[in-house]
């Protein structure tokens, strides 16, 4: 999976928590991307990073937030989790992004909020 | 919103058959790209054409691109069961920010031995 790891792979949370799921990668690619995939929509952007401490927003970040202190690590935080965030989520990296955009995958973190 | 819409949602085919699959959109591209995924794991890059490309083979794949109708489709020859995953298209919009590529809801593809 291209050098990235995600953690944890499986979390069962209750509905108001917060919840953070971290996104490792070993190569200092510029570019990270979190995602979201539930049936029937694919994969859709929550929030991506340019940089340390570069972030922005993607088609569906109500609810979440990013950090990325170090090129390595990003972190995609819920404040309070709803069950509609309940979902399989995917960190990706862009190797060359002015370019093509080519994107490499995480295994992914399935989340329940109960 | 989705930016593709793949079709079918689901193909069965017998190992030895070629697959075809299809992908809609609805904005002008800088490129679109075909991903795979294995049931419980990250989607792995494909193949990529640009929007002043027609056709491009990789192996047993080959895509198709027509700007005109803002389609694709991705045809995989001599099917294995390991060809058995589920396949995306995205594109990389001229209209969204270049980091916002959007996903189709993928087709499944059966290959049976």
């Known amino acids: 999976d291209a050098g990235i790891t995600q953690s944890p792979r499986h979390k069962v949370t209750e509905t108001g928590t917060p919840v953070t799921l971290r996104c490792h990668q070993t190569e200092n690619h510029r570019y990270m991307y979190w995602y979201r995939q539930d049936p029937g929509h694919g994969l859709r952007l929550i929030h991506y990073?340019?940089?340390?401490?570069?972030?922005d927003k993607g088609e569906v970040s109500d609810g979440y937030s990013v950090s990325r202190s170090k090129t390595e690590d990003f972190l995609l935080t819920l404040e309070s989790a709803t069950s509609s965030q309940t979902s399989v989520y995917f960190c990706?990296?862009?190797?060359?992004?002015?370019?093509?955009?080519?994107?490499?995958f995480g295994a992914g973190t399935r989340l329940s909020v109960l | 919103s989705q930016q593709g819409e793949e079709d079918p949602q689901a193909l069965s085919i017998q190992e030895g058959e070629n697959a075809t699959m299809n992908c809609s959109y609805k904005?002008?591209?800088?490129?679109l790209q075909w991903y795979r995924q294995n049931s419980g794991r990250g989607l792995v890059h494909l193949i990529l054409i640009r929007s002043n490309e027609r056709e491009k083979h990789s192996g047993r794949l080959r895509v198709t691109l027509d700007t005109s109708k803002k389609s694709s489709s991705l045809l995989i020859t001599a099917s294995r069961a390991a060809d058995t995953a589920s396949y995306f298209c995205?594109?990389?919009?001229?209209?969204?920010?270049?980091?916002?590529?959007?996903f189709g809801a993928g087709t499944r593809l059966t290959v049976k031995p």
């Open positions: 990073s340019y940089g340390v401490k570069d972030t």
């Open positions: 995205a594109t990389v919009s001229t209209i969204f920010n270049n980091n916002d590529m959007r």
């Open positions: 990706a990296i862009s190797v060359d992004r002015l370019a093509k955009n080519i994107q490499y």
């Open positions: 904005t002008s591209i800088n490129n």
